[in-house]
């Protein structure tokens, strides 16, 4: 199936840093949506973008749908320990049916 | 909240064995979905539904089947365990891609 390039895999920082991660694609998405997984959990939906350019905020989170609407980021600002977890990117194909293609996720660990 | 149940959060089978994952939605959503976790491989889909009776494959279907004989319940069978189908199942539903999927909090299942 269609397959999303989530960057990076994985993620070790510090208490207090910011992290960046992203997600790119050859083809065009309608709607991008960035999931957050605690350990032994399911994703937990964080933010719905809908509109290309549409930057969005939740909290300490900031997502954009990209302007080519094949690529999307998510920020965490001052990150703390239980930002940890595996943030996955997920996204409606233009022209695609209720189903998401989902990126393969970002491991993230923060140190205290 | 929309809350999606997963009937059992670990599960050890014997290979050969059937094995049924129960996924009960309690807000009348039309889509259901299965997927399998692996580490390095993300999300992959097995199978989903839009409608009661109604099954399509995923991209990973083989060795397993779906039923959907109610709107808020979808079970996955695994008919003849094997070990590599040792994995974490989620379960998802959906009314529409606005807000997303819900996801349970898994099945982790071990197959010996």
């Known amino acids: 199936g269609q397959q999303l390039n989530q960057s990076p895999q994985s993620m070790f920082i510090q208490e207090g840093e910011d992290v960046s991660m992203n997600c790119t694609s050859s083809s065009i998405f309608n709607t991008w949506l960035w999931y957050k997984q605690d350990p032994g959990e399911g994703p937990v939906l964080l933010i719905a973008?809908?509109?290309?350019?549409e930057l969005t905020s939740n909290g300490r989170l900031t997502a954009q749908f990209g302007i080519t609407r094949k690529d999307s980021f998510l920020n965490i600002s001052a990150s703390i320990p239980s930002d940890v977890g595996i943030y996955f990117c997920a996204g409606q194909l233009k022209g695609g049916s209720e189903k998401l293609v989902f990126g393969k996720g970002t491991k993230l660990t923060v140190n205290p | 909240d929309v809350k999606v149940t997963q009937s059992s959060r670990y599960l050890v089978k014997r290979t050969g064995e059937k094995v049924f994952l129960e996924c009960v939605q309690d807000?009348?959503?039309?889509?259901m979905f299965w997927y399998r976790q692996d580490p390095g491989l993300g999300l992959r889909l097995i199978y989903f539904s839009y409608d009661v009776k109604m099954k399509e494959k995923g991209d990973i279907p083989e060795g397993y089947s779906v039923s959907r004989e109610k709107k808020e319940r979808f079970s996955l069978i695994l008919e003849s365990a094997s070990t590599n189908q040792t994995s974490m199942y989620l379960c998802?539903?959906?009314?529409?891609?606005?807000?997303?999927?819900?996801f349970g909090s898994g099945t982790r299942l071990t197959v010996v």
């Open positions: 807000m009348d959503h039309e889509n």
């Open positions: 998802a539903s959906s009314l529409s891609l606005v807000g997303g999927y819900t």
């Open positions: 973008l809908y509109k290309a350019g």
